[in-house]
Each structure stands twice: as C-alpha cells, then as structure tokens.
C-alpha cells in the first residue's frame, strides 16, 4: 500500500527555524519532492531527492533518508510569506508515468 | 514563459448539470495530469495519460467522470451529472514524465467548481 505521513499544522516565529517531516511507506520508491502551496494557488515545485542526504537551494533545504522512509523540509530565515500549505509527494518507480502520491500537506503559519 | 493553462477558473453549477474542464499542458510534455482538491481529502490523482493515452483513470468515478486528450494541446475532464460533492479545486499539471531527470509537475492554476 501506499502512505505518506505529515503534520496537519505547524508554527513558527519570522526569523525563525521550521523543519516539516514526511514519512512514507509505498509500494517502490524513485524519489520525493516537496511542493508549496500558497491558499487559492496552485503547488509550486521546491525540492526533488532520490539520494540520501541534504539538498539545499537558498533558504530551502531538503534531507532524505530511503532507509528510513522520511525526508524532512528545512526552512531558515523564515518569512511572512513562507506561510502556506507544504506537500510531500512520492514518486513510484520508473514505469508509472509519473504519477505522484501526494501527502495530506503540512500548513505552516509564520508569526511576527 | 511555459505554463498550464486552465479554463474556467470558475464554475458554479446546479447539480445534475454536464460541467467540462479544459487544460492546456506545456508545449512538449507529453504527461498530463488530473488532481482534485478539497480541504477533507487533500490532493487526489483521479487521472493520468501519457502521449495521450490513458494510463490510469482508478482514482475517478466512472460513473460521471471521464477525461480524455483530444489532441496533444488539450486535456479535458468531464462530469455527467455533476453532484454537490464535486464542489472542489481541480487541477491539470504535465509533466516530462518517463525519460526526464526527475519527472517535475507543473500546476495550472485550477478550476474552482460549486456544485449548488
């Protein structure tokens, strides 16, 4: 089966440190990503991992562990604007065209 | 710039009405994508092609729903009567799918449909 596991809501302080935590457990496994997802928008693509380890681009960074099944989404310096909804999707393996399996979505509210 | 494009950005309906969704994917993915959105269940793959052959439809009911891509520039979503429980954001992504690096999805902005 496929299951994919995040916080409903999370916290956190402008200027602040979050990490958001995704765990899954599917059927074959040939990366992850991570999605942001601002109210009345659509998800807009953030991180892609099919390695272990960390992957940072600016103030986003993201870590996966396939041992594991977690990966986990880094966010510094923390801005008004990073509150929103973020999605953990898994990609299955090569075959399947593509089809993501998404998480419920984690929504981050950022306060002064 | 590249962009899915999906219209209407709107719908409100009576139930028991035929509502079409278009989309438009980026020129030269050759996957497309239909999601549906609501605050309960969160996002739900309820269909996929790829060159626009269907490749997996087992997340819509089949019973009003059906998806089809007509030509390579257009994927469109139907449903046949609409009901109060399909008041949802749905949304068309596409993607390079199978042989790109990573298989990235890009969203349109979505069809927000009210079902009355």
């Known amino acids: 089966g496929q299951n994919i596991d995040q916080p409903t809501e999370m916290t956190a302080t402008e200027g602040a440190i979050v990490q958001i935590n995704c765990t899954y457990q599917?059927?074959?496994?040939?990366?992850l990503f991570w999605y942001q997802q601002h109210a009345g928008e659509a998800p807009t693509f953030l991180s892609y991992n099919v390695l272990d380890g960390l992957e940072e681009k600016g103030r986003f960074s993201s870590f996966l562990s396939r041992s594991k099944g977690y990966s986990y989404l880094l966010l510094k310096e923390l801005q008004m604007k990073d509150s929103a909804s973020y999605l953990c999707?898994?990609?299955?393996?090569?075959?399947?065209?593509?089809?993501?399996?998404f998480g419920q979505g984690t929504e981050l509210s950022v306060k002064p | 710039d590249a962009r899915v494009t999906q219209t209407p950005r709107h719908k409100v309906t009576e139930m028991g009405q035929e509502v079409t969704m278009r989309c438009q994917p980026i020129?030269?993915?050759?996957?497309v994508f239909w999601y549906r959105q609501t605050m309960m269940q969160g996002l739900e793959l309820l269909a996929y092609f790829r060159n626009r052959a269907p490749l997996d439809d087992s997340g819509m009911p089949k019973d009003r729903f059906s998806a089809e891509m007509p030509d390579a520039t257009l994927a469109t979503l139907k449903i046949q009567p609409s009901e109060p429980r399909d008041s949802a954001v749905y949304f068309c992504?596409?993607?390079?799918?199978?042989?790109?690096?990573?298989?990235?999805?890009?969203f349109g902005p979505g069809t927000r449909l009210t079902v009355l």
């Open positions: 599917t059927s074959g496994f040939n990366g």
């Open positions: 999707a898994v990609l299955p393996p090569r075959g399947q065209g593509g089809k993501l399996i």
């Open positions: 020129l030269g993915h050759n996957t």
């Open positions: 992504a596409s993607g390079l799918g199978v042989g790109s690096s990573y298989n990235e999805q890009f």
